[in-house]
């Protein structure tokens, strides 16, 4: 998992947290986009200044820059759960063998943000 996923997750833990995954986001952007705001202002969140209209997610959500699709690389990958249509493959892991503590960190903020 990507450091900087991981360090999302831990520094946010006692904040306002909205999910959202890559399939919500791109299956209906603006819509995703306004339940997005609508979760933050009741978290007093002060509400977006402006309606959000499809010309502005257009403007920020790109689906051709979609990164994280399905690898054939990956698929002989055991899978680990699955979330609706999402299935979480096993993780190549980055902590070295031997520290176990580390390791399950590791695998549980991989599986709480894999498919969100």
Do not use: W
């Not at 998992?1 to 959202?20: H, I």
């Amino acid at each position: 998992m990507a450091e900087y996923n991981k360090a999302a997750v831990q520094n946010s833990a006692d904040l306002c947290r909205v999910l959202s995954s890559n399939n919500d986001v791109l299956g209906d952007h603006l819509g995703d986009t306004q339940r997005i705001v609508d979760e933050l202002t009741k978290c007093i969140v002060p509400a977006a200044p402006n309606n959000i209209t499809q010309s502005v997610t257009d403007s920020f959500v790109d689906p051709t820059l979609q990164h994280n699709t399905f690898d054939e690389k990956n698929k002989h990958k055991k899978v680990l759960k699955t979330y609706g249509d999402c299935e979480v493959r096993d993780l190549d892991s980055q902590v070295e063998a031997g520290d176990e503590g580390r390791r399950k960190r590791e695998m549980d903020t991989y599986l709480m943000v894999r498919c969100n």
